[in-house]
C-alpha cells in the first residue's frame, strides 16, 4: 500500500524520549520526501521535519537539537527519534511521503502525550 502507517506513539512524563515509525509496504519511502508534521489540540497542523530522497534533512526550529528524522529504505521505514520531549510537544503526528504534485500520501497519525 502507498499510504505510510505511523507507529510509536505513548504517553511519557516530560524529558522523555520517543521513537515514531513511519512504514509503507512497498518501495514508497525510498522514493519519496518524507516529512513529519504534527497538530495539537486546537491548532493548526504544522511541520516538524523532512527527510529527502539523498537522506538530506531538516526541522523546525522547535524541535532542532532535540529531534532526529532518519530512513532505512531497506525497511521502507522513516524513523523520528524524540528526545528531551516537552509538554508543548503533545500532538497527534503524522508522516506525509511526497514523491510528485499527484502523489502524495499521508498517514492516519499516531499520538504523543507528554506530562509535565
Known amino acids: 500500500q502507498a499510504q505510510p502507517v505511523e507507529s510509536g506513539g505513548d504517553s511519557v512524563q516530560a524529558g522523555g524520549s520517543l521513537r515514531l515509525s513511519c512504514a509503507a509496504s512497498t518501495n514508497i519511502v525510498s522514493i519519496s520526501r518524507i516529512d513529519w508534521y504534527r497538530q495539537a489540540p486546537g491548532k493548526q497542523r504544522e511541520w516538524v521535519a523532512v527527510i529527502g530522497i539523498g537522506g538530506d534533512t531538516n526541522y523546525a526550529d522547535l524541535v532542532k537539537g532535540r529531534f532526529t528524522i532518519s530512513r532505512d529504505n531497506a525497511k521502507n521505514t522513516v524513523y523520528l527519534q524524540m528526545d528531551s520531549l516537552k509538554p508543548e510537544d503533545t500532538a497527534v503526528y503524522y508522516c506525509?511521503?511526497?514523491?510528485?504534485?499527484?502523489?502524495?500520501?499521508w498517514g492516519q497519525g499516531t499520538q504523543v502525550t507528554v506530562s509535565s
Open positions: 506525509r511521503a511526497y514523491i510528485s504534485p499527484t502523489r502524495i500520501y
